[in-house]
């Protein structure tokens, strides 16, 4: 330090640094200058049960682009030797020595008292399991024709994990090709259900007054119609003599017609609170329209609470079209959904004689645990600045 003669302030000799007592840490920077979908990224991956559900979405659907691969036979095959066969059980050891995985022959002998087919394996006849191998032939995706899988059982054996079903075709192979149109009605029925409730929720909160009441009425009087009576007398409605194709199509409008409410609040919510922020006011003041300002200013803002609120809607589609496949007023044969493969279950009596007939259950609560969990640690990561 030196002193000044002409004035007595003490001054430092060392070069002026105007941020020297603002600087901030690298990892200040990081999070400080961070996009929001960066965030929301860091919050969500802590989530470690959210990120697993995320990865196995992921993965089955994923697994829906090559069910036919996927799935031990093809979805017609139809083995009359096997008719309600119970699951058959992998093995990897023979007599004391590793053999790798492989099945025992398969055989039934008639229980004339119960008038049933009893199954047991014959551990003399050894079939080792073949991976990548040639088994049906089928269409991929109706283009090109081929007949790979991913595990096979040689010709003259049997391999039904899951076991069959009345006409003995394989429970694995149709649940597998019964996800692809499980899976993907929720996600078609959620994309129509995003528009409308976007759409009528974003002027609602937008314009309010008589807009924001004609909507909130017409939300509340769907919402007191009883969900299940009412997708029954609607999916009555379609005819019976659309193919499978437009009654699955049919459906999917019918579930996201009834679903869009709940979002349509969410959006309208968010609206009246951000509509009245000073970068509003001045998009408006510049001449952008209310579509516009809706579009590119409102909308941006709520995304990620869109995006967690769509993937909790989800679930509900699914279990929707489950329940009236289920109940056969949804989607029939010959398509094949989680809900169809159910609607074999109807009978107790059958259920308690055959008891993997209720096996396509599992991949439904599964999926609709994942979207569940999945939904929650996205609401909690669209808000990361309260974390």
Excluded at 210 to 227: A, G, K, L, M, N
Aim: hydrophobic share 50%; proline share 6%; with cysteine.
């Amino acid at each position: 330090m030196k002193t000044m003669p002409d004035t007595g302030h003490f001054v430092s000799d060392k070069p002026f640094d105007p941020y020297s007592v603002e600087k901030i840490t690298p990892e200040q920077e990081r999070l400080y200058f961070a996009s929001q979908w960066r965030l929301m990224w860091w919050v969500f991956k802590r989530h470690r049960l959210a990120l697993f559900c995320g990865v196995l979405l992921i993965v089955m659907y994923l697994s829906i682009l090559v069910a036919e691969f996927l799935a031990p036979y093809a979805l017609k095959t139809r083995h009359t030797d096997y008719i309600y066969s119970p699951p058959q059980p992998i093995h990897l050891f023979h007599e004391g020595e590793f053999v790798g995985p492989f099945v025992y022959g398969w055989e039934y002998e008639l229980d004339m008292d119960r008038l049933l087919r009893v199954y047991s394996e014959d551990t003399s006849r050894v079939y080792p399991l073949s991976f990548f191998c040639q088994g049906d032939p089928y269409e991929f995706w109706g283009i090109w024709k081929s007949d790979r899988h991913l595990v096979c059982a040689p010709d003259d054996a049997a391999l039904f994990m899951l076991g069959t079903d009345r006409l003995g075709r394989d429970m694995l192979s149709r649940i597998i090709y019964g996800a692809r149109i499980s899976l993907t009605i929720g996600l078609i029925g959620i994309m129509v259900s995003f528009v409308l409730g976007v759409t009528l929720g974003g002027f609602a909160g937008y314009y309010g007054g008589w807009v924001d009441s004609s909507v909130q009425r017409i939300t509340e009087v769907i919402r007191s119609f009883p969900e299940l009576p009412l997708w029954m007398a609607l999916s009555a409605v379609l005819p019976v003599t659309w193919s499978p194709i437009w009654v699955f199509f049919g459906i999917t409008i019918i579930l996201a017609l009834l679903d869009w409410t709940g979002l349509a609040r969410a959006v309208r919510s968010k609206l009246l609170a951000l509509r009245e922020e000073d970068y509003c006011m001045a998009a408006e003041l510049m001449g952008a329209r209310p579509v516009r300002v809706i579009r590119r200013h409102l909308l941006p803002g709520i995304l990620s609470h869109l995006i967690a609120s769509a993937t909790l809607s989800i679930p509900a589609m699914i279990l929707g079209e489950t329940a009236l496949s289920f109940l056969g007023l949804g989607l029939r044969p010959p398509i094949t959904s989680w809900g169809v493969l159910l609607n074999e279950a109807q009978n107790i009596n059958v259920v308690a004689i055959y008891p993997w007939l209720m096996l396509p259950v599992v991949p439904v609560i599964i999926v609709i645990l994942a979207f569940n969990f999945f939904g929650d640690g996205l609401r909690d990561a669209a808000d990361p600045y309260k974390h």
